[in-house]
């Protein structure tokens, strides 16, 4: 089979202030890379527009009303300190929210062997209520909850190897004991939550903080120590993954040190447990990287492993 690439131009006019880390740029860099790569075993997908129906199984009806109420009709305004939305904000958010369910469906349906989701704004910061961190809808838990609702499934992991704290997913799904939650992130760092013992209702979440200028190699021993010990544990029938390349060792908002390489062996190892647990479905999407090169190059070599996969196995 092939891996599914999903995004849409509506994402490119998601516009925020100048200066802004998370920017219109990120995406062009990313598209740069892919046209650069073989392209074999890569099927293109416009991200169709979300539906609340979607949404409202991790959000309220009134946090849908205020994003829709403060999305202006043109200009740029604040949500919050970091949180911006333009005239095209809120149809990128449901293409987001579109691409997360349709890469769901493609994947669990046998059209596509696994999924990347190339789309912007993120979403693991937002919490029920509250947009933050740039992200307005939690799009990873709402494509855990559709997998599970609508597909029937029984357990779905999200890993989120995002060098930020995925409170956000942590939020949607705490009370969620088919889904296990995987976060590892720097600590101290924004948003300040992702501690150990934030467990979940269930047993259902798993914080692996890392300290500041944590490498590559040290990221390895907290894999195979931890994480995926946890993952195979759980046997998911659906890995999912929020894939923020801001631990790499350039990027400007955060200080752990890996490497490109780093980022497709832990790729490589998500796609190993979910051979061995769910004949190989993820569904990746993209949470942060705001240097333009490591994002470009790590989303290039993370796409790379996944086409791999999804075509050899």
Same mark, same amino acid.
Request: aromatic share 6%; charged share 20%; hydrophobic share 40%.
């Given at each position: 089979?092939?891996?599914?690439?999903?995004?849409?131009?509506?994402?490119?006019?998601?516009?925020?202030?100048?200066?802004?880390?998370?920017?219109?740029?990120?995406? %062009?860099?990313?598209?740069?890379?892919?046209?650069? %790569?073989?392209?074999?075993?890569?099927?293109?997908?416009?991200?169709? $527009?979300?539906?609340?129906?979607?949404?409202?199984?991790?959000?309220?009806?009134?946090?849908?009303?205020?994003?829709?109420?403060? /999305?202006?009709?043109?200009?740029?305004?604040?949500? +919050?300190?970091? =949180?911006? %939305?333009?005239?095209?904000? @809120?149809?990128?958010?449901? !293409?987001?929210?579109?691409?997360?369910? =349709?890469?769901?469906?493609?994947?669990?349906?046998?059209?596509?062997?696994?999924?990347?989701?190339?789309?912007?704004?993120?979403?693991?910061?937002?919490?029920?209520?509250?947009? %933050?961190? #740039?992200?307005? #809808?939690?799009?990873?838990?709402?494509?855990?909850?559709? &997998? $599970?609702?609508?597909?029937?499934?029984?357990?779905?992991?999200?890993?989120?190897?995002?060098?930020?704290?995925?409170?956000? =997913?942590?939020?949607?799904?705490?009370?969620?004991?088919?889904?296990?939650?995987?976060?590892?992130?720097?600590?101290? @760092?924004?948003?300040?939550?992702?501690?150990?013992?934030?467990?979940?209702?269930?047993?259902?979440?798993?914080?692996?903080?890392?300290?500041?200028?944590?490498?590559?190699?040290?990221?390895?021993?907290?894999?195979? /120590?931890?994480?995926?010990?946890?993952?195979? +544990?759980?046997? *998911?029938?659906?890995?999912?993954?929020?894939?923020? #390349?801001?631990?790499?060792?350039?990027? *400007?908002?955060?200080?752990?040190?890996?490497?490109?390489?780093? #980022?497709?062996?832990?790729?490589?190892? @998500?796609?190993?447990?979910? +051979?061995?647990?769910?004949?190989?479905?993820?569904?990746?999407?993209?949470?942060?990287?705001?240097?333009?090169? &490591?994002?470009?190059?790590?989303? !290039?070599?993370? @796409?790379?492993?996944?086409?791999?996969?999804?075509?050899?196995?």
């Amino acid at each position: 089979m092939t891996t599914a690439l999903l995004t849409h131009p509506d994402c490119l006019k998601h516009i925020t202030p100048h200066g802004h880390p998370e920017r219109v740029d990120r995406l %062009m860099a990313i598209y740069a890379a892919i046209d650069g %790569m073989d392209q074999t075993g890569l099927t293109r997908v416009q991200a169709p $527009l979300g539906d609340d129906a979607a949404i409202l199984r991790c959000h309220p009806q009134s946090h849908i009303d205020a994003i829709k109420a403060a /999305a202006p009709a043109d200009g740029s305004i604040a949500l +919050d300190a970091d =949180t911006h %939305m333009s005239a095209g904000s @809120l149809t990128a958010a449901y !293409r987001g929210v579109g691409a997360m369910t =349709t890469a769901v469906d493609m994947v669990l349906g046998g059209e596509a062997q696994n999924a990347f989701a190339a789309m912007r704004p993120p979403g693991h910061h937002a919490e029920k209520q509250t947009p %933050m961190g #740039f992200c307005l #809808f939690g799009n990873i838990a709402i494509a855990a909850k559709h &997998a $599970l609702d609508v597909h029937g499934l029984d357990r779905v992991a999200i890993v989120d190897f995002d060098v930020h704290h995925g409170n956000g =997913t942590q939020d949607l799904l705490w009370d969620e004991p088919r889904t296990l939650f995987v976060s590892s992130h720097q600590m101290p @760092l924004y948003p300040g939550s992702g501690a150990a013992d934030e467990t979940g209702a269930h047993n259902n979440i798993l914080n692996v903080p890392l300290a500041p200028e944590t490498g590559g190699a040290q990221l390895r021993k907290v894999y195979e /120590a931890t994480i995926l010990p946890a993952l195979n +544990d759980f046997k *998911p029938q659906l890995v999912l993954i929020s894939a923020g #390349f801001d631990a790499h060792r350039n990027d *400007p908002l955060a200080n752990l040190n890996w490497d490109t390489e780093d #980022f497709a062996w832990a790729t490589e190892q @998500l796609c190993d447990v979910a +051979d061995t647990h769910c004949e190989g479905r993820i569904v990746s999407t993209l949470e942060g990287g705001y240097d333009l090169d &490591a994002l470009a190059a790590s989303t !290039r070599a993370h @796409l790379e492993v996944l086409i791999k996969r999804g075509t050899h196995g």
